[in-house]
């Protein structure tokens, strides 16, 4: 492994536990009213469309950025779970809910 390799695992694997200690706390509280849903979806959508677009520029160049994936899904796997529990503990409605019942109504 180049030492470039290793920095690049080092910098995929501090941004990857960047929203574990987040995800630790909601899991222990079970408290998410702070959790700004907006800032949660926003980061969501661009770790997802930040993940496709490396995943085809290394097909389309044959170079293949493996720390990347592993930051990339990571962090999806920790927002799934902060998405869940925004909607799942959330003792006020969100501003999805809030929307959702201005155009029922």
């Known amino acids: 492994m180049t030492p470039n390799e290793i920095i690049g695992w080092m910098g995929s694997i501090l941004f990857a536990i960047c929203a574990l200690p987040q995800a ?27 993940l496709w677009y490396i995943i085809v520029d290394d097909i389309t160049n044959q170079v293949y950025h493996v720390p990347l994936y592993f930051n990339y899904v990571f962090n999806l796997i920790l927002l799934f779970y902060l998405i869940y529990a925004k909607y799942r503990y959330n003792s006020t409605p969100t501003s999805l809910a809030t929307f959702k019942r201005r155009i029922i109504k």
């Open 24 to 50: 630790i706390h909601t899991f222990k509280t079970q408290k998410v009213d702070d959790l700004n849903e907006f800032f949660i979806w926003l980061w969501f959508l661009g770790e997802v469309f930040t």
